[in-house]
C-alpha cells in the first residue's frame, strides 16, 4: 500500500501575502500549515487548496503536513517568506501595447503576493486589479469600456506591496487586431481535463467546445495557454477553440480553430522525472503531467531493491512533488502517472551525490534595469538558484541539468546582484563581485536567418539582455520571449509571411526589419510529380589507378527529373542543374541505385535533374587492398558526360551546374570525383558534393574547389568501428576538405537506412540496434532536407539556404532531432588552428605550442581553477575522438569558486557587426569526474578590444553536447562549430568595438567542472 506524500508548498512566497497554494492533497485529509510554529488547519476540498492566513512576515519558514486516515505525513520541506523591499521600487512590466478590445492583460515583474492594479490614464479610473502568483506573474481582468470612442490612449500599472505602491509603467492601448485562428495542440486523451491551446489573440476570450457541449471559457493573457476544465474530456468526441469578444466595446466570434479528436490514453501519457536528482533533495519534479490524472512516486535505494511507493497526487500545472525524507546517493526515482485506468512509468533516475563542494555561481552581466531576468551560470545539476538585489530575494530558478539558466527578476537601476545556489539542501556563498544593475536602451534587434514557412521558432540576435523580444507578422504577434541573453530563440505560430521583431524596455520599443521568409527545404517544391525513367549508356572502359586495376563499366542507372505529370520535362525546361547520385559498397542485384528515389524525387520536385547511378559492377571490382575509389571518381565524371552527350536530354541540363551525392563508399567516391577534377584541371561544373557516411580509404586527398556537406551518424555501422580503422572515419575527410564545408553529426542515425534497398535486403550488420536508433523516415527526412539545402545555395545561388549549414539556424523539419554542425566559409581570418596546415589561408604546417596562436601572438590559460591546459594532437590524446587535428585541451575544477579562463590575442582583425567569433569545440571522453554523464558543457565567450569586454554565453548558440554513449552509439566526442554574432556582442555592451578586437577569452565559468578541446578559432563572414 502506497504511503501519503507529503503536501506541496511552492516557491516563492513574498512578504504581507495573505494565502497559500497547498497542493498533493488527498480529498478530505485534514491539512495542517505551520508559518513559524503557528499551525491552520483545515480539510482539503480538493487536491490543491488555498489557504488564507495573516500577512506573511519575511523570513517566516512554512510548512505543511496532512493525514488522509493512516496518520500524519512528515511536514514538508520549509519554505522560507522572501522580505519585499519597501516602498517597492520596481515598476510591473507590461505587453508593447493593449488592444482596445482586451479584457484581460498579462502583468510580469511583481512581487508575488502583491496587488497590481491597472489603470486608463484618460480617466483616471480603475479598470483592473490582480494578485501576483509565485512566480510574480498575474492575468488580470480588466474593462475598458471607458476608452470607447476615445481613440488614442495609455493603460498604467503600479505595484502595491504591503499597503505601499510602487511606480508605475505604461502601455499604449490601440486597436485590437482581428481575431486569430487558434491551434488546439494534441495530443487529447479521454479523461483529461485541459486543453493546450496557441496561436491566441491577447486579450481575448476563448471558449471551448466538445461536440455540442460547452466545456468553459476563459481570457486569454498570453498567445498560448493551457485551458483547464472541471469536467473529462470524452474519448471518441471533438474538441475545438472559438475566440470571441462580450465585452460593451467589442463583440462576436473569430474564426474557430479545427477539431482535434479526443483519443483514449496511451504511452503518450509517459511522465518524466526531470533530471537532476541530488542526494538531499526533498522534492522531485515530474515533466509531461497529465490535467486529471495521478502520479505515485516510487523509489528505492538502489537499482538492487525493491521500490517504495508514495501517493497517489494529483497532477498539476507545477512540476514540484514534494518527498517525505531525503533522497540519498544511488536511490532510483520513478514516477506512474495514470489516467483513465491507464497507467505509464516513467524511466528511472538515479540520485547523484552532491558535490564535494558547493561553489558559489556567477552572474554574467549586464543585468539591465526593467529586465525580464538575468544569466546565472557556473550551476551544479539539481541546483535551486536564489537571486538577490541589495540583499533581497526577486527570483528563483530550477537549474536540472543545465549549467546556465535565465533566472526571472525585476530590478532597479544601480542594484547590486547577487546570487546563491543549493544543491541538495546545501548552500553556496553568495556569487561575487556583486553586477550592478545598468540602464542601457534596447537595440534593434535583427532577426537570424534563415526563416521559413512553417517555422515556429525564430533567432534573434542583437538583443538587449532583459527586453522582451516579441515577432510579428504586419500586426498580428506571433510569439514573445523574455531575453536574458544577447541571443534568443523564440516561439512563434507558423510563419507564412515576413516578419520583424521587436525589443521592449523600461517602456521603450524598438524595431527591426522585415526578414521575408523562404520555402522550407523539406517543403514540396515547385513540381507536383516528378518524372523518372532509366537511362543506360555505352560501357565505359575504366583506367587502371593507385587502388585498382582497369575494367569495363556499364552506365546505367535512374533519372529524376523536373515534372508536373509525372512522364514530361515542363514546357521550356532548359538548363536544369545536374545532380549525380553513386551508391556505396552492397551485394549485387538488389537495385541499391534505386534505394534513393525518395532523395532523387524530392530534388526534382525542387527543380533538379537527378541520376542515381548503378555502381554494382565497380563493387564487383572491389576488394580491401583495391577499393577502386579513384575508379568511382572516374566513372562519377563520364556518367556526367555521358548524360550531356544524351540526345533526349538536349539542352535540359546544365552541366556547369552540377552537385554529386555520395553514400558510403560512394560517399568518398563523389570526393574523389571533384579531386580527380579540380587536380587535373577537367572542367566539370561541379559545385557541391555530398558524402552521406563515406569511407576514408584515400587518406591523401583532399576536396577543394567545391561546397561540402557531409551526413554522418552516431549508430552508424562505420562510426562504431572508426576509432581503430581510419579508412572508415569520414570525419577526417571533412578535416581535410577546403571551405565551404559543413558537417552534421546526428544523434541516433544509422548507415543503412539513408538507402531503401538496404533496408529491404535484410539491414545487414546493423539490424541488431535498428529499434534504438531514429526510424527510417527520419534518416530521408534528414537527407532530403539537409541536401536540398546545401544545392539550394550550391546549384542555385539561393544563399539564404546557407544559413542551414552553419548551426545556428535548423531547419524546421530537424529541430526534434540531436543534430550538431561543424561549418567553415570564407573569408575568415585566422586567430589559432593550433597548428594544422591550412593551404586557404596561407598556414603551414607548425610543431604544437601552447603559448603562441597562428598570428604568432600569445595564448594563455590561467587560474586557480585550472587543472590542465597543453595543446594536442587529436590521435594521441586519449579521447574517444575521430579527429586528425591539433587543438587545445583544458579542464577545470575550482576548489572553492568559478577561476579559469583561456585567453588567445586577436590582433585587431577588421570585422563587422553582422560577422561572427566561430571556433570548434568538444567534450573530452571519457572523463566521468569532470564531465557529468548527459550533460552539456558550457563556456562565456568574451572579447576584448583593449578597453571594454563583452561576454556571450556560447550556449546560448547552442550546446556542447555530451557524447552519444548508448549502447548502441559509437561513443565519439567530436567537435561542433560554434558561431556567435559579432553583433550579440555589442548588444551587450553598446561600447565595445568589435572592429578592434585584441583578444578572445573562454571563460571556463559557465560550468562548474568540465575538459573540452578548443580548435580553429577565427573571425568569419
Known amino acids: 500500500m502506497a504511503t501519503t506524500l507529503v503536501p506541496a508548498i511552492h516557491e516563492r512566497i513574498a512578504q504581507c501575502t495573505t494565502s497559500i497554494l497547498v497542493e498533493r492533497l488527498v480529498p478530505g485529509a485534514q491539512l495542517v500549515v505551520s508559518v513559524d510554529g503557528t499551525e491552520?488547519?483545515?480539510?482539503?476540498?480538493?487536491?490543491?487548496?488555498?489557504?488564507?492566513?495573516?500577512?506573511?512576515?519575511?523570513?517566516?519558514?512554512?510548512?505543511?503536513?496532512?493525514?488522509?486516515?493512516s496518520g500524519f505525513t512528515p511536514w514538508s520541506a520549509d519554505v522560507e517568506v522572501e522580505d519585499a523591499l519597501l516602498p517597492p521600487i520596481t515598476s510591473p512590466r507590461l505587453p508593447e501595447e493593449v488592444g482596445a478590445c482586451s479584457q484581460c492583460v498579462h502583468v510580469s515583474g511583481l512581487v508575488p503576493g502583491a496587488v497590481v492594479e491597472l489603470a486608463l490614464q484618460s480617466s483616471g479610473g480603475m479598470v483592473g486589479t490582480g494578485t501576483a502568483d509565485g512566480a510574480g506573474t498575474a492575468c488580470v481582468d480588466v474593462d475598458l469600456s471607458a476608452n470607447q470612442g476615445k481613440g488614442a490612449d495609455v493603460l498604467g500599472a503600479r505595484i502595491v506591496v504591503c499597503g505601499q505602491p510602487g511606480p508605475p509603467s505604461s502601455a499604449p492601448v490601440v486597436a485590437s487586431p482581428r481575431l486569430a485562428k487558434p491551434q488546439v495542440l494534441g495530443p487529447l486523451f479521454g479523461c483529461q481535463r485541459m486543453v493546450p491551446t496557441s496561436n491566441l489573440t491577447p486579450g481575448a476570450r476563448v471558449r471551448f467546445e466538445m461536440g455540442t457541449d460547452d466545456l468553459g471559457n476563459l481570457c486569454s493573457c498570453s498567445a498560448a495557454v493551457n485551458a483547464w476544465f472541471g469536467s473529462d474530456l470524452v474519448a471518441g468526441r471533438q474538441v475545438r477553440a472559438v475566440p470571441y469578444w462580450d465585452s460593451v466595446q467589442c463583440s462576436g466570434d473569430g474564426p474557430p480553430s479545427a477539431w482535434v479528436l479526443v483519443v483514449p490514453p496511451d504511452g503518450r501519457i509517459k511522465p518524466v522525472v526531470l533530471p537532476a536528482l541530488v542526494a538531499g533533495d526533498r522534492t522531485i519534479r515530474v515533466g509531461n503531467q497529465i490535467a486529471n490524472a495521478t502520479v505515485v512516486v516510487r523509489i528505492r535505494p538502489d537499482e538492487h531493491?525493491?521500490?517504495?511507493?508514495?501517493?497517489?497526487?494529483?497532477?498539476?500545472?507545477?512540476?514540484?512533488?514534494?518527498?517525505?525524507?531525503?533522497?540519498?546517493?544511488?536511490?532510483?526515482?520513478?514516477?506512474?502517472?495514470?489516467?483513465?485506468?491507464?497507467?505509464?512509468?516513467?524511466?528511472?533516475?538515479?540520485?547523484?551525490?552532491?558535490?564535494?563542494?558547493?561553489?558559489?555561481?556567477?552572474?554574467?552581466?549586464?543585468?539591465?534595469?526593467?529586465?525580464?531576468?538575468?544569466?546565472?551560470?557556473?550551476?551544479?545539476?539539481?541546483?535551486l538558484v536564489r537571486v538577490f538585489a541589495d540583499g533581497i530575494p526577486v527570483g528563483t530558478a530550477w537549474a536540472g541539468d543545465r549549467s546556465s539558466i535565465e533566472v526571472p527578476a525585476n530590478v532597479a537601476a544601480h542594484m547590486s546582484i547577487t546570487a546563491t545556489q543549493f544543491v541538495g539542501g546545501v548552500g553556496s556563498l553568495p556569487s561575487s563581485p556583486p553586477v550592478e544593475v545598468g540602464t542601457a536602451a534596447p537595440v534593434v534587434p535583427r532577426i537570424l536567418e534563415p526563416v521559413a514557412t512553417g517555422d515556429h521558432a525564430v533567432w534573434v540576435s542583437h538583443v538587449t539582455p532583459g527586453v522582451r523580444v516579441t515577432v510579428w507578422s504586419g500586426t498580428v504577434r506571433l510569439g514573445s520571449a523574455e531575453a536574458a541573453e544577447p541571443v534568443v530563440q523564440v516561439p512563434v505560430a507558423a510563419l507564412d509571411g515576413p516578419v520583424h521583431a521587436t525589443a521592449l524596455l523600461c517602456g521603450e520599443l524598438v524595431q527591426g526589419p522585415d526578414v521575408a521568409p523562404i520555402a522550407p527545404p523539406s517543403g514540396a517544391g515547385g513540381f507536383s510529380q516528378p518524372g523518372e525513367e532509366p537511362r543506360m549508356y555505352a560501357d565505359f572502359p575504366v583506367p587502371a589507378a593507385a587502388d585498382g586495376g582497369a575494367f569495363p563499366m556499364p552506365i546505367q542507372g535512374q533519372l529524376y527529373f523536373p515534372s508536373n505529370d509525372g512522364k514530361t520535362w515542363p514546357r521550356g525546361a532548359r538548363n536544369v542543374p545536374l545532380v549525380v547520385i553513386a551508391h556505396g559498397y552492397w551485394a549485387p542485384g538488389v537495385g541499391s541505385y534505386l534505394g534513393y528515389d525518395y532523395l532523387g524525387r524530392h530534388l526534382a520536385r525542387w527543380g533538379m535533374a537527378v541520376f542515381s547511378l548503378n555502381l554494382d559492377a565497380v563493387n564487383a571490382e572491389t576488394h580491401f587492398a583495391d577499393p577502386h575509389q579513384f575508379a568511382r571518381g572516374e566513372i562519377i565524371l563520364h556518367t556526367i558526360d555521358a548524360l550531356a552527350a544524351d540526345p533526349g536530354l538536349a539542352g535540359k541540363l546544365d552541366t556547369s551546374r552540377v552537385g554529386l551525392v555520395g553514400h558510403s563508399m560512394g560517399g568518398e567516391g563523389v570526393v574523389l570525383a571533384q579531386h580527380l577534377n579540380a587536380g587535373g584541371a577537367r572542367g566539370y561544373g561541379i559545385r557541391g558534393v555530398v558524402s552521406i557516411a563515406p569511407t576514408n580509404y584515400r587518406t591523401e586527398v583532399s576536396l577543394r574547389d567545391a561546397k561540402y556537406l557531409q551526413l554522418l551518424g552516431s549508430m552508424d555501422l562505420l562510426s562504431r568501428s572508426l576509432l581503430g580503422s581510419a579508412w572508415l572515419n569520414g570525419f577526417r575527410i571533412y578535416d581535410r576538405a577546403f571551405s565551404p564545408k559543413t558537417h552534421a553529426w546526428i544523434y541516433g542515425a544509422r548507415h543503412n537506412p539513408f538507402n531503401r534497398k538496404w533496408l529491404q535486403a535484410g539491414d545487414t550488420f546493423e539490424a541488431p540496434w535498428a529499434d534504438a536508433a531514429l526510424p527510417p523516415s527520419e534518416h530521408e527526412n534528414i537527407a532530403r532536407t539537409l541536401v536540398n539545402a546545401f544545392f539550394q545555395d550550391a546549384l542555385f545561388g539561393r544563399h539564404a539556404y546557407a544559413g542551414y549549414l552553419e548551426g545556428t539556424v535548423v531547419p524546421q523539419s530537424l529541430r526534434q532531432l540531436e543534430l550538431y554542425v561543424q561549418h567553415r566559409h570564407e573569408p575568415r581570418t585566422v586567430i589559432d588552428n593550433f597548428g594544422d596546415v591550412d593551404e586557404q589561408a596561407s598556414l603551414a604546417a607548425q610543431p604544437l605550442d601552447k603559448t603562441a596562436n597562428s598570428l604568432a601572438l600569445p595564448a594563455a590559460a590561467e587560474g586557480s581553477g585550472l587543472l590542465f591546459w597543453d595543446d594536442v594532437q587529436h590521435t594521441a590524446s586519449g579521447a574517444a575522438t575521430p579527429h586528425e587535428t591539433q587543438s587545445t585541451e583544458l579542464s577545470w575544477n575550482p576548489p572553492s569558486a568559478a577561476d579559469a579562463r583561456y585567453g588567445t590575442g586577436a590582433g585587431g582583425p577588421a570585422a563587422t557587426p553582422r560577422d561572427a567569433v566561430s571556433f570548434r569545440v568538444g567534450q573530452f571522453y571519457p572523463d566521468a569526474s569532470l564531465n557529468p554523464a548527459g550533460a552539456a558543457a558550457d563556456l562565456l565567450v568574451t572579447l576584448d578590444d583593449g578597453g571594454q569586454q563583452a561576454t556571450v554565453r556560447a550556449g546560448a548558440i547552442g550546446p556542447i553536447p555530451y557524447p552519444d554513449v548508448r549502447d548502441a552509439a559509437a561513443g565519439l566526442c567530436p567537435m561542433r562549430t560554434i558561431r556567435i554574432p559579432l553583433d550579440a556582442f555589442t548588444a551587450a555592451n553598446a561600447a565595445f568595438d568589435p572592429e578592434k578586437i585584441q583578444r578572445i577569452i573562454f571563460g571556463l565559468t559557465a560550468r562548474p567542472t568540465g575538459r573540452i578541446f578548443v580548435d580553429d578559432i577565427e573571425i568569419t563572414s
Open 305 to 383: 531493491s525493491d521500490f517504495e511507493e508514495f501517493g497517489p497526487a494529483a497532477t498539476s500545472e507545477n512540476p514540484e512533488f514534494g518527498l517525505n525524507a531525503p533522497l540519498a546517493p544511488g536511490n532510483v526515482v520513478t514516477v506512474v502517472q495514470t489516467l483513465c485506468t491507464v497507467a505509464v512509468e516513467s524511466d528511472p533516475v538515479t540520485v547523484l551525490p552532491g558535490p564535494a563542494a558547493v561553489l558559489p555561481p556567477v552572474v554574467v552581466p549586464p543585468v539591465n534595469r526593467c529586465g525580464a531576468g538575468m544569466l546565472v551560470a557556473n550551476l551544479h545539476q539539481g541546483a
Open 40 to 69: 491552520y488547519s483545515a480539510v482539503a476540498s480538493g487536491a490543491s487548496v488555498q489557504l488564507a492566513v495573516p500577512p506573511l512576515a519575511g523570513g517566516a519558514v512554512v510548512r505543511a503536513k496532512q493525514d488522509a486516515g
